[in-house]
């Protein structure tokens, strides 16, 4: 199983941004999508994740400001990032497992390589 991310970006505190995640190779099997995200000297914590059935998770710093979406064919899964705030920067990634959604990075299978948010205020 591969992620790959895209989407990051510079925006200034207020504006809106979109990531996206492919996943590709053998992911019939994989049942989460989730995005993390890391900001210097902080640990990696989970922003948003969204299991197969639609079961949504959202950390609290993101609660009514970012959406997680998957498509159809479970492949693909998007962070609709709004009201960004300079405290929103971070290096975000994509994950993936077999399981339930989980704020633990060690309990995801594949990550992606990440993607750079940064905002200004």
């Known amino acids: 199983v591969q992620l790959a991310e895209s989407g990051g970006g510079m925006r200034q505190a207020g504006d809106s941004l979109k990531l996206s995640c492919v996943a590709s190779g053998d992911i019939i099997s994989l049942n989460a999508l989730a995005w993390f995200r890391q900001a210097p000297g902080k640990q990696r914590e989970l922003v948003a994740g969204?299991?197969?059935?639609?079961?949504?998770n959202y950390g609290d710093s993101v609660k009514g400001r970012f959406i997680i979406s998957r498509n159809n064919a479970g492949n693909m899964v998007y962070l609709q990032m709004n009201s960004l705030k300079p405290e929103d920067t971070a290096i975000y990634y994509c994950?993936?497992?077999?399981?339930?959604?989980?704020?633990?990075?060690?309990?995801?299978?594949?990550w992606g390589q990440g993607t750079q948010v940064t905002v200004s205020s």
């Open positions: 969204i299991t197969n059935s639609g079961i949504i």
């Open positions: 994950a993936a497992t077999y399981y339930g959604i989980s704020g633990v990075p060690a309990d995801y299978d594949y």
